[in-house]
Structure formats: structure tokens, C-alpha cells
């Protein structure tokens, strides 16, 4: 009798340790790479990139180019749909005033600087770039701006 309680209680304890090994750690998250070329040449050091939701996935991102690639590890990845582009780079020295680009540089006349980006509008705050992250991947996406 005793072997019979101990087979009802140790089936149901099985299966909730194999269902625990095939969970999603992630949420669903995929890894994101790629690169991003600028007129040809690997995009500089400090390039943004951004991953804006269009169909309400609940994930977003913001990376930094190294050597031309980026990489959105899985913890911090995107969820499967399509998300729109930005990609932004500051020439890192042209003084503007962003509160009347004809007066001095900074708000207050002082030299702050706001850099000009040496990225297309198209690809920036006009982008209509969409890629879409599926739930199989790869998730590798090669930019090249003109």
C-alpha cells in the first residue's frame, strides 16, 4: 500500500521539475546582433541604436555600436514583432543652441555642446526602418545608411 502513495505523490513532483527545466528565463527575449555601416564604412564608436515596439510587445532597447556591431544580450532582448530603427551619432563638436540655433551655443549662451548627428533623418527621427525579431531567430540585423 505504501508503494502506490509513493508513485501518486512522485509522478506530479516529476513533472513540475521537467516543466520547470523548459520555462522561458527570458520572457520570451531574443538575442539582437548586428552591424551598422555609415556611407560604407563601419558606423564610429558610440553609434545608438534603438528598438522601438510597433505591436505592443512590451520590450524596447537602446544599444551602443562598438567597432561597427552591436549586440542586445537575451536577458535585455526583444520579444517577437516588429520594432522600429533609430540610429543616431553626434559629430561630438558642433556647438548649438537647442533653444534657438541662432543665438550662441547653450540655452544660457555658454559651450555646451549639442552635437550635430552625422546620421540620415530617414534613419533617425524620421526612420520608418522596421525589422521584425522572430521567435526562431537569428536575430541579426546588418544596417547600411547611406
Not at 564604412?41 to 556591431?69: C, L, N, R, Y
Not at 549586440?71 to 551619432?89: F, M, W
Not at 555658454?110 to 525579431?133: C, F, G, H, M, Y
Request: aromatic residues 6%.
Amino acid at each position: 500500500m505504501s508503494a502506490p502513495r509513493i508513485a501518486v505523490g512522485f509522478i506530479p513532483g516529476l513533472l513540475l521539475v521537467l516543466l520547470a527545466g523548459c520555462s522561458d528565463n527570458y520572457d520570451g527575449r531574443k538575442e539582437i546582433s548586428g552591424t551598422v555601416k555609415l556611407k560604407g564604412q563601419p558606423i564610429k564608436d558610440g553609434a545608438v541604436i534603438e528598438f522601438v515596439p510597433t505591436e505592443k510587445q512590451g520590450t524596447s532597447a537602446t544599444t551602443m555600436a562598438t567597432g561597427g556591431a552591436f549586440k542586445i544580450p537575451r536577458e535585455n532582448g526583444l520579444k517577437p514583432g516588429k520594432y522600429l530603427v533609430r540610429v543616431s551619432l553626434g559629430d561630438g563638436k558642433t556647438p548649438v543652441n537647442p533653444v534657438d540655433s541662432n543665438a550662441p551655443p547653450g540655452p544660457t549662451g555658454n559651450t555646451n555642446i549639442v552635437s550635430k548627428d552625422l546620421v540620415p533623418k530617414d534613419w533617425n527621427i524620421n526612420s520608418k526602418q522596421e525589422r521584425a525579431v522572430t521567435a526562431d531567430g537569428p536575430n541579426t540585423f546588418d544596417f547600411d545608411i547611406p
